[in-house]
């Protein structure tokens, strides 16, 4: 007998044991409009402290003792079911919930609410906001944005306006683990971070986990951005589209086969460039990008998804230089039902993310990419009541192609091509969630990863080991030479690096509207993003962990109170966190990471601290909704010497990294007038982010030379702005539903500092401090439509 059929059966009898004199209901529970699966449901027994929730899939179940019993089926935005169960047997029931109309003072609207706060949960640190809510929220130009919507919560921010990738309780961008249908995202941007990849017509749910991450979660240390898109409606055809200024979009589903078979197709692509072919201006900058997703019910067992993206941003200045990056990805997924208690998905992954530049006047072509293959396997375990066991397997192989440059035309530059890089990660994992009492649940999961360096490459060696060297005379770290060379073949372990990685959170609940919450996590993170500015930009590569750049290795705590009052009209949520991060890489001064052979020559390793006080106060019912979102944190790291006579990064002293934040305030608001108008506003108040500015110059052979202050030692302005919009349904009970949203971005027209520069002033000869701002007062308007 196989070990892994052994193993099902081991785990088969442990669930029979625990259910003896039980039986179990379960099935899924889908739109009735749609036929979307819905995740997250509560499904409650009335007057007993049994309940569950259905999972990504929309499936559930309930494990009982013989009875009858009062189901009550309750989500946002949907009717409330309730019947009377008699369990005499395994049951399967599927539902059916139908979106409701909310009734506020005598007038029908369809306005969305915020969620209410999970007390029992012992999730924490969740942030998410329904995409109901996202579309009414006033952004730049009318670009709904999942991303920017999100820094909105408490303990997310970014590195200023228009910059791509986000900040998590004082995380780098690239420790996020962002994704889309389980698939890794590296870019999540367009137009180098006007906004996210992310087009919300398509979007289905999606959750940002700042702390206590489950298990199934690796690869990343500061936060999980797991987003889904919608399956496609399989009950009728329907059509969602929008005009706005900067770009359009169109998105068509419906049943290849009823109720049974379905499909999802939908594209956006901006065309501000084509107005600029209108004069004489010959520079353009557009993107596009496409969403897919094809899903079939073989059985009531069996279910196929076979989903897919592909975006492209292009950048075309004056015929002279090209840019075009983007992702590219495929997933194909099967989710199994062994039996009314074990659920399955095995999921088969393409990711790729491509760079390329064309220097016309150089004559040469610049190519990099990083293409990973995913094979994902998880099982959820519905033991009993009160114990649910996930667990599965997973593994990630990567191809990293640094850069290649191929020469065009008469151009003398010479083909060259860095050498690719290539790994294996892998991760078993297992996370229970155990109810011990009606007032204590604890969720506890252990997951072990690897990582393997693999060839073909060759590798420089260098005297004691050390890339990277310090001139004692002259206090500053230079390139090390190296020594020599050893190269591996293709598939040749290098490196190998394993971590154990232990998960768990609790909650208390002292009733049914107030907790506490506490968790833990550790977590490791095995490849690293190449950049030295605040923002990811498309040109930084990623590069596998090694001899020399050693994995990152993440430990944070939190503790957290919760709170529903004024009968939910009203929740409350605070947490405190700590976070430390070991192996941070930081770079010498004048280092060199464009087109760098030997990037360990440019690096130090340090370590990070990050802590802070989170608050969400939110309003989930009535006319006004809304939240007060409020972060305190600090986000520090110290790159000591490696020997006592070393300097270190700014003499070994801590410093705030580049996108340390103390305070970030944000007030958002919607209010529904009736059917027809609605107005959202925004307005954010934040630090001005870090940086090195000249404390003085002097003269040497009569060139000044600035003398710069230590690391990260000044700040820019308070950055702060008030978005309002206003949007007008005529007709909001036709099946051609129509909309117009009317948008102020920036609405005092502040001109924050998205940089200072320092330059002479010609009259005085003095050096002066020089504000660069991107955006003041952006009004935009944006027509919707859907039927």
């Known amino acids: 007998m196989s070990s892994r059929l052994l193993f099902f059966l081991c785990i088969l009898n442990f669930s029979s ?24 449901v509560n499904l409650i027994i009335k007057g007993t402290q049994m309940g569950t929730t259905t999972n990504a899939y929309g499936f559930y179940s309930l494990t009982l003792p013989k009875g009858n019993y009062t189901l009550s089926i309750e989500y946002l935005g949907f009717r409330t079911i309730e019947e009377t169960i008699s369990l005499k047997a395994n049951q399967r029931r599927n539902y059916k919930l139908s979106q409701e109309d909310i009734s506020l003072e005598g007038i029908e609207i369809s306005a969305p609410t915020t969620a209410k706060t999970e007390i029992r949960s012992p999730q924490m640190s969740v942030a998410s906001i329904p995409i109901q809510t996202i579309k009414r929220l006033p952004v730049l130009v009318g670009e709904v944005d999942i991303i920017k919507s999100l820094q909105q919560l408490p303990g997310v921010s970014n590195a200023g306006e228009a910059s791509s990738g986000f900040n998590v309780r004082g995380g780098a961008a690239d420790q996020n683990l962002v994704m889309l249908d389980q698939a890794t995202i590296f870019n999540a941007s367009h137009l180098f971070g006007f906004l996210s990849i992310y087009n919300a017509d398509a979007i289905r749910d999606m959750k940002l986990y700042k702390g206590g991450i489950p298990a199934r979660y690796g690869g990343r240390i500061s936060s999980v951005l797991d987003v889904y898109q919608k399956d496609g409606n399989n009950t009728q055809f329907h059509t969602t589209g929008g005009i706005g200024v900067l770009s359009s979009r169109l998105l068509a589903e419906g049943p290849i086969v009823k109720e049974r078979a379905s499909f999802l197709v939908g594209g956006r692509a901006s065309y501000a460039h084509l107005f600029l072919k209108l004069t004489d201006n010959n520079n353009s900058a557009y993107f596009y990008d496409l969403n897919t997703k094809l899903n079939y019910k073989i059985d009531e067992q069996n279910s196929l998804y076979l989903s897919g993206y592909f975006g492209r941003d292009v950048f075309d200045l004056d015929q002279v230089i090209k840019n075009n990056y983007g992702n590219a990805l495929v997933n194909l997924r099967w989710n199994h039902l062994f039996s009314d208690q074990l659920f399955s998905n095995l999921s088969l992954i393409y990711s790729d993310y491509y760079y390329g530049l064309n220097v016309d006047i150089s004559g040469f072509q610049w190519d990099s990419w990083i293409r990973n293959f995913n094979l994902l396997y998880d099982f959820k375990h519905y033991l009993s009541d009160r114990m649910k066991f996930s667990y599965g397997v997973q593994g990630t192989y990567y191809d990293f192609n640094p ?65 990277v060297i310090f001139n004692a005379q002259q206090r500053i770290y230079e390139r090390a030479t190296p020594i020599g060379k050893r190269t591996y073949k293709r598939g040749e372990i290098i490196d190998v690096f394993t971590h154990l990685e232990p998960r768990i959170s609790m909650a208390y609940a002292f009733d049914d509207n107030r907790s506490i919450k506490a968790s833990y996590a550790r977590m490791a993170q095995y490849i690293h993003l190449i950049s030295n500015t605040s923002s990811p930009t498309p040109l930084d590569v990623w590069a596998p962990s090694d001899s020399f750049l050693k994995p990152q290795y993440s430990d944070q705590f939190a503790l957290g109170y919760a709170t529903n009052f004024k009968k939910g009209v009203y929740s409350l949520e605070t947490e405190v966190f700590y976070k430390t991060v070991k192996n941070r890489l930081d770079y010498i001064d004048g280092a060199n990471l464009v087109a760098n052979e030997s990037i360990e020559r440019e690096v130090l390793a340090g370590h990070t601290r990050a802590y802070g006080w989170e608050l969400l106060l939110r309003k989930n019912t009535g006319k006004l909704t809304g939240w007060l979102s409020y972060t305190y944190s600090r986000s520090e790291q110290q790159t000591p010497g490696r ?123 003095q050096s002066e401090a020089v504000k660069l701002s991107l955006f003041g007062i952006v009004p935009s308007i944006t027509y919707n439509f859907t039927f």
């Open 17 to 40: 044991l625990l259910g003896q004199g039980k039986y179990t209901l379960s099935g899924t529970i889908t739109d009735a409009s749609s036929g979307e699966k819905l995740l997250g």
């Open 643 to 765: 020997k006592a006579q070393e300097t270190g990064i700014n003499n070994g002293q801590w410093y705030a990294t580049a996108y340390d934040k103390p305070h970030n305030l944000s007030l958002t608001g919607t209010y529904t007038f009736n059917k027809k108008w609605n107005a959202s506003a925004v307005f954010t108040l934040q630090s001005g982010i870090p940086g090195n500015f000249p404390v003085g110059k002097y003269k040497y052979f009569g060139v000044y030379i600035s003398n710069y202050s230590t690391r990260n030692a000044y700040r820019l302005p308070a950055y702060h702005r008030l978005d309002v919009s206003l949007s007008y349904t005529p007709h909001p009970e036709r099946k051609w539903k129509s909309e117009w949203v009317f948008g102020v971005y920036n609405l005092y027209n502040r001109y924050n500092a998205a940089s200072i520069y320092f330059t002479n002033n010609r009259d005085t000869h």
């Open 403 to 467: 850069g290649k440059i191929t020469p065009i035309g008469d151009s003398t530059i010479r083909y060259n091509a860095l050498a690719h890089k290539y790994a294996l990660e892998m991760g078993i994992y297992g996370d229970v969630e155990h109810k011990l009492s009606h007032n204590m649940t604890f969720s506890y999961g252990l997951r072990w990863s690897s990582f393997y360096h693999l060839g073909k490459r060759t590798v420089d060696k260098y005297i004691n080991d050390e890339a």
